[in-house]
């Protein structure tokens, strides 16, 4: 990072736990509010891509343009040339880089894409400047972040309330904001894009079937114990490791209940440059 933005954390980490979820994402359950304004040909850039799945399917959309996907982390790229191997995408190259001072020069893509980005940094809207500034004229920005807030669930748990605080709390420690879903318009605008030319909208994540149901739960059992979100929690003394295992156990017994259902609310912000 630059030296103005040393302090910014991920606060999920890489853990396989985190991983598993990345790796579900799709351009469609992930970004299909930016599907229509793809075409053939389009340069493409993907910001904080991960593991790459979402990256490798916004590749097949712009093809033959050339698609670059960036994050801040080697380990996870290696992961993202696996998936783009395997799906035979050879229009797609990735790179460690940084959301503050992309490596770049300015008017280089068509579309920079940043998907569960934003939430993590402490100066977003230094970072859609920076989106901005590598977007040719005509082109456009497209962010999509999580609401912690607004996510909800049935049945009630005083656990996963009490799980919500602390990520929340977690998140504020770490400078960065849990609640980006809500501000995409917000910090959009105070990164000086034309206010005509945005499109703000909202998409869900929704986890019902026995399947999806458990398969959230146990994710998120799992990130309570021995994820960096984990770690973070006990190293601000937000948490000790018995108040995280029974996050965990409060997270598997809502993942038992037949009648569950959880909601995961996303801001989206598509900008004109």
Do not use: I
């Not at 853990?15 to 970004?31: F, I, K, P, Q």
């Not at 656990?159 to 960065?176: F, I, K, M, P, R």
């Amino acid at each position: 990072m630059t030296d103005t933005h040393q302090a910014d954390v991920y606060t999920h980490g890489h853990h396989d736990s985190v991983l598993r979820s990345h790796r579900w994402r799709t351009a469609e359950n992930s970004a299909a509010y930016l599907l229509p304004a793809l075409q053939p040909g389009q340069s493409l850039l993907d910001v904080g891509c991960g593991p790459g799945t979402v990256t490798v399917d916004l590749a097949s959309r712009v093809a033959p343009g050339a698609v670059v996907g960036l994050d801040r982390s080697e380990k996870v790229l290696e992961l993202a040339r696996e998936e783009a191997a395997k799906a035979g995408a050879d229009n797609v190259t990735f790179q460690v880089g940084d959301a503050y001072a992309l490596p770049f020069p300015d008017a280089s893509f068509d579309v920079v894409h940043a998907h569960q980005v934003l939430q993590h940094l402490t100066d977003p809207v230094a970072a859609l400047r920076e989106l901005r500034r590598v977007t040719r004229p005509g082109g456009v920005v497209a962010v999509r972040d999580a609401d912690y807030a607004g996510m909800t669930w049935f049945p009630a748990s005083p656990v996963l309330d009490e799980w919500s605080a602390l990520y929340h709390e977690v998140t504020q420690a770490n400078g960065a904001e849990a609640d980006a879903g809500r501000r995409l318009h917000s910090w959009a605008l105070a990164a000086g894009f034309d206010p005509d030319g945005l499109v703000a909208t909202a998409g869900v994540w929704s986890y019902a079937s026995d399947e999806d149901r458990a398969w959230w739960a146990d994710l998120w059992a799992e990130r309570c114990v021995v994820s960096d979100f984990a770690r973070q929690a006990v190293e601000h003394g937000l948490a000790d490791e018995v108040g995280l295992e029974q996050l965990a156990a409060g997270w598997r017994e809502w993942g038992t209940h037949p009648d569950g259902w959880f909601a995961v609310l996303h801001g989206e912000v598509l900008a004109r440059v």
